[in-house]
């Protein structure tokens, strides 16, 4: 019955807004049209600064990851391999973790030397300066089952014109995301040592650090910022009421 249900609003809906290309295959799936349907990636949940400027890096390089620290995130094994890095060791970054979960004491298990810094749950001030202030963003996923996860730390990484390492599965929305944006990289999650041997190639090329931030804050500002959330909306409402209006002269 639910799923009649379901298919029946697919069908009643004259257009069908989805939050990823994950959302769009499954209702493709279930017969709906791909003409009635529009992504429209859920936006930022936190306000950047207007300005595209970052600070100038000073100090040691640092990577942040920020949320929940579930299993799903797969963490542990990525901070393993941050601490066994002799080029990590060399180059001194830092890897800082805000947030926790049910993982958090696997990741703090890992924690090896004072380069990995566990926050906690931080407050809005502490956060702030660490997306301001932070070299790359890390968003890691670890998830094999069907992709419905599409994480909220993505668009606000990118609002603060971030470049971002994507430690996931290279076929994701995540990975789809990052490379159609040229924002950053990705490293397949099923090698968490490439994580760190992908650092060490980019913590040092100011000049790729900031074309990949900037074009990470252009994506955003089309599709993640207030501006570009609504202009999409409004164009899909648009599109209804026009599309309607013609089947009413009809």
């Known amino acids: ?28 799936a279930k017969g ?3 003409t009635k349907i529009d992504l429209i990636y859920n936006p ?5 600064p207007k300005t595209t400027q970052r600070p100038k890096a000073t100090g040691r390089p640092r990577i942040l990851s920020m949320g929940n620290i579930g299993h799903s995130q797969g963490l542990a094994p990525l901070v393993a391999a941050f601490e066994r890095s ?14 926790t979960g049910v993982a958090a004491e696997d990741v703090a298990a890992e924690v090896r030397s004072d380069r990995v810094r566990l926050l906690g749950v931080v407050d809005d001030v502490l956060l702030e300066r660490e997306l301001r202030e932070c070299s790359v963003a890390l968003v890691s996923q670890r998830y094999a089952g069907a992709e419905f996860n599409f994480p909220s730390k993505l668009m606000n990484f990118m609002a603060y014109g971030l470049p971002v390492i994507g430690v996931v599965d290279p076929a994701s929305e995540v990975a789809r995301v990052v490379e159609q944006a040229q924002a950053g990289w990705i490293v397949d999650s099923a090698d968490p040592d490439a994580f760190p041997t992908l650092l060490a190639e980019i913590l040092g090329n100011q000049a790729i650090l900031a074309s990949r931030g900037a074009a990470s804050r252009a ?6 910022l207030e501006d570009g959330f609504t202009t999409r909306f409004e164009t899909m409402l648009e599109r ?9 002269m009809v």
């Open 1 to 28: 019955m639910s799923r009649r249900l379901e298919l029946a609003a697919y069908e009643r809906a004259d257009r069908i807004a989805v939050i990823s290309e994950a959302f769009t295959a499954n209702l493709e």
């Open 32 to 34: 709906v049209p791909s």
């Open 44 to 48: 930022a949940t936190r306000t950047p």
């Open 86 to 99: 002799e080029e990590m060791k060399r180059i001194g970054a830092e890897l800082v973790i805000t947030g």
């Open 219 to 224: 994506f955003a500002a089309a599709h993640f």
């Open 240 to 248: 209804v009421v026009r599309e309607s209006s013609v089947g009413e």
